[in-house]
């Protein structure tokens, strides 16, 4: 960081770069993409449908299972395909994330699956999947009490920063995604590796809420658009 700008020339409280688009698969209930920096995402939503096999059911609600990918050319050393501990981490906080806001109680023994794929990769994935599937899950016509939207906020050379890039989140001194029911201002997910004082945090925190607004405002246009066109056909 130098005079309060940061390597990729933006002030400490600006976002990359967002791209969202609504329905994009045909086969998918409902679907996202979104570019978010140097972040590629396409998030598919499947169901309600019955939960298979049938032990896995829960007759008071519908079970909502993300699973969040990573594919092999998405990083820079090529990523070994399938499940690692990290993006089973992250498909588990996905999935409460969103359980948080679904009216799963309106589908009993169903399930919601939630398919994240990151194409590309340049750090705050977890907060660019949680943004997109939700997108994926109102496209698809899901009940929910919120349209949930992330952003992370960190600290990089002692300054609270917005939104880290790849080199912030390698160089800098902490790491701070939230996802939140922006209507409520719920935090449904947060987590944070690094450190930074009890200050330091409250800004951190009020920062990522202030970037969860902004994306917000692109995920609600996003939506708004698709049936824009659907209007016009
Ligand atoms: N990353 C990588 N290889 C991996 C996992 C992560 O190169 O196997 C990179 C990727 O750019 C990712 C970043 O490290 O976005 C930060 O990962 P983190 O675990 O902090 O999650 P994220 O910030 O993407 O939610």
Redesign the pocket.
Same mark, same amino acid.
């Given at each position: 960081m130098k005079d309060g700008i940061r390597i990729d020339g933006r002030k400490p409280d600006e976002l990359r770069p967002i791209k969202i688009e609504a329905g994009v698969l045909y086969r998918a209930d409902g679907s996202c993409y979104l570019e978010w920096g140097g972040?590629k995402i396409m998030a598919a939503v499947y169901g309600p449908r019955e939960a298979m096999p049938r032990h896995i059911q829960d007759p008071t609600k519908a079970i909502v299972n993300a699973r969040y990918n990573?594919v092999p050319f998405s990083?820079? =050393?090529r990523?070994r395909p399938g499940p =690692?501990r /990290?993006s089973v981490e992250?498909s588990k906080v996905t999935s409460e994330a969103l359980e948080g806001v679904i009216f799963t109680e309106l589908f009993p023994r169903a399930t919601i699956d939630v398919c994240i794929e990151v194409l590309d990769?340049? +750090?705050?994935? /977890?907060?660019a999947g949680i943004t997109a599937a939700a997108v994926a899950l109102a496209d698809a016509g899901i009940p929910m009490r919120d349209l949930p939207v992330a952003c +992370?906020a960190g600290k990089v050379d002692g300054t609270v920063v917005l939104d880290l890039t790849?080199d912030e =989140?390698k160089e800098g001194d902490a %790491?701070l995604?939230i996802a939140i029911a922006p209507r409520t201002e719920e935090i449904l997910l947060m987590q944070m %590796?690094g450190h930074m004082t009890p200050a330091e945090f409250d800004e951190a925190v009020e920062l990522a809420i202030k970037g969860c607004r902004e994306v917000s405002k692109l995920q609600r246009e996003a939506l708004m658009n698709k049936y824009k066109t659907f209007e016009v056909e």
């Open positions: 972040n990573m990083v820079e =050393d990523k =690692d /990290r992250i990769a340049e +750090a705050g994935t /977890r907060c +992370a790849s =989140d %790491d995604p %590796d």
